[in-house]
């Protein structure tokens, strides 16, 4: 089994978060390849939640040799526990040591639009974990608040915090320990003065409507 400290070397220091490539007109495999050459270790991919949104990473793990390729994340909320774990174990198996699954319950609005209810969020993942069966794959969770990261810590191989700011990691780390992995989002506006500033606001419009983290930045 893979220790933290090789899944760490693995995934390096610093890695790119952003939207599935053919969303927004790159090719798969030529942005994978630019991704790795350019020196990144790992690449986390949003929005995954059908088959067919996990299967789209997979030319990303063929161009390459090295790049992790992870899920940032997979909603708890669309997919099968069974169903997800036999596809994440299929992309460790072709790619070993290069896939990451990360679990979310994602956000109100986002689970009420696909007409369920979004109750009780820490209990739909403690479930969902409990029906998951035994995996392969290395698996993070997007957590935010204490609990949700015991669980992480508990359960899983560490936690993927995302909007979050580098407060929130030394909060984070201190849940943790020292055993599990933290790989936390935190974007960077690198455009210089107003306009890096224009860059983050507008980035940052559209989180500052979900409830979950509005509440992680107000407790911080």
């Known amino acids: 089994m893979t220790t933290t400290d090789e899944l760490r070397e693995l995934l390096g220091p610093v890695g790119i978060w952003m939207p599935p490539p053919a969303a927004i007109g790159l090719d798969p495999g030529e942005f994978a390849r630019t991704v790795e050459d350019a020196g990144f270790s790992s690449v ?16 990303l793990l063929a161009a390459t040799s090295r790049l992790v390729v992870a899920t940032g994340i997979a909603s708890v909320w ?12 299929r992309l460790t198996a072709d790619y070993p040591d290069r896939f990451v699954l990360g679990l979310g319950v994602s956000h109100a609005p986002l689970v009420e639009a696909t007409g369920q209810a979004y109750v009780r969020p820490l209990t739909k993942m403690r479930q969902f974990l409990d029906e998951l069966p035994a995996m392969e794959s290395t698996t993070v969770l997007a957590a935010l608040g204490p609990k949700m ?33 933290l790989v936390p989002e935190l974007a960077v506006a690198l455009a210089p ?27 911080l």
């Open 193 to 219: 003065g107003a306009d890096g500033a224009a860059a983050a606001r507008a980035y940052a419009k559209f989180y500052l409507k979900l409830p979950n983290y509005t509440s992680n930045l107000r407790t």
């Open 149 to 181: 990261l015991q669980l992480a810590r508990d359960r899983t191989h560490g936690a993927h915090p995302y909007f979050t700011p580098p407060e929130h990691t030394v909060f984070a780390r201190s849940v943790l320990g020292t055993d599990r992995l």
């Open 78 to 89: 669309t997919w099968p526990p069974a169903e997800l774990a036999a596809a994440a174990d």
């Open 44 to 59: 986390w991919i949003p929005g995954v939640n059908a088959a067919e949104n996990l299967a789209a990473l997979e030319p």
